[in-house]
């Protein structure tokens, strides 16, 4: 008899969505021979929210040095046409703004350092029980006054359509590069959606990537299906001074709005998978991404290294 391999997490395959429950763990056996990062309370909070936020993680010094190499990116890769960049849409103000720069791992050898800094490496294996590696990384700059918002999505649900990452053993971490306050854009969740898994209408168009870096328009969930999750878990925003640090679940539902505030809201996102969950192919046989945003070639387990300020 043939088995046809069911997708334990389909979308974007019919005109319905639709909510279908998590078949992974969130929290993974870790191998008890690394010293714990998190303590009972913090694993516990993250299994059943979906994230946690660990305040001032790296201090006033390497927030300054990290926040120059980010600006320092974006004067060098400002107006270069580079496919990293990702600019702000429309032709109001802010249009041509940097909106992200993806890739910032490979592109730059502070952000190469600090993805293997042990107090966010060791957290990743931790809470993902592996050896780990980079999906993705990337900048998002959300400048003042002109920064655009990110709609509600789960990062997994295109993961996994349009990267083929076949289980939900990964996760964001988010660095706060500038101060994230509540009237600044910050990250908001919504506690214990990553339980859930919201399945999207409408089919992916090829290259989606070139549109959906700057505005999401499918694998976006069902207003019904938000007002769901929010009525459940209510909506968390991860309001906290530059240095902290929100870990997130590859699934959980996150957004943020706009900034018309006159002060930016930088963050660098490192997205860690586990060694176990390399990409296959995509779904409905779309092409698979480019590497800048999903990671399928030279990878290789991330051995800690502290980050070193010169
Ligand atoms: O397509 C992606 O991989 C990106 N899109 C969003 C909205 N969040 C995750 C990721 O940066
Ligand atoms: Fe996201």
């Not at 580079?82 to 249009?95: F, H, P, T």
């Not at 306050?181 to 070139?210: A, R």
Request: proline letters at 5%.
């Amino acid at each position: 008899m043939i088995m046809l391999s069911q997708d334990a997490y389909p979308t974007r395959t019919q005109n319905n969505a639709g909510i279908l429950a998590r078949q992974d763990p969130v929290v993974y056996e870790h191998d008890s021979t690394h010293k714990p990062q998190l303590d009972e309370a913090q694993r516990a909070s993250y299994q059943e929210n979906g994230f946690l936020l660990m305040p001032e993680l790296f201090n006033a010094e390497e927030v300054a040095y990290l926040f120059d190499a980010m600006q320092a990116m974006r004067e060098d890769f400002t107006n270069t046409g580079r496919k990293e960049v990702i600019a702000e849409l429309g032709n109001g103000a802010g249009s041509g703004e940097v909106r992200s720069i993806f890739n910032v791992h490979r592109l730059n050898e502070i952000f190469a350092n600090l993805v293997r800094d042990p107090r966010v490496l060791n957290v990743a294996r931790e809470i993902l029980g592996s050896e780990v590696y980079i999906h993705q990384s990337r900048i998002n700059y959300k400048p003042g006054f002109t920064g655009k918002e990110f709609y509600w999505h789960s990062d997994f649900e295109t993961w996994h359509s349009e990267d083929g990452m076949p289980t939900m053993r990964a996760l964001s971490c988010s660095i706060l590069l500038t101060d994230n306050s509540e009237s600044n854009g910050p990250l908001m969740l919504i506690p214990g959606s990553h339980h859930h898994y919201v399945s999207c209408m409408g089919e992916t168009p090829d290259e989606n990537y070139k549109k959906s870096l700057k505005k999401q328009e499918v694998g976006v969930p069902d207003q019904i299906l938000l007002r769901y999750l929010a009525d459940m878990g209510g909506i968390k925003s991860c309001a906290g001074k530059a240095g902290s640090v929100v870990f997130f679940d590859c699934n959980t539902m996150h957004g943020s709005n706009g900034n018309i505030t006159p002060y930016p809201r930088s963050n660098v996102f490192f997205v860690y998978n586990s060694i176990a969950n390399q990409l296959d192919a995509p779904k409905g046989g779309l092409e698979p991404r480019p590497e800048f945003v999903a990671a399928r070639e030279g990878i290789a387990e991330l051995t800690p290294q502290a980050l070193a300020i010169d």
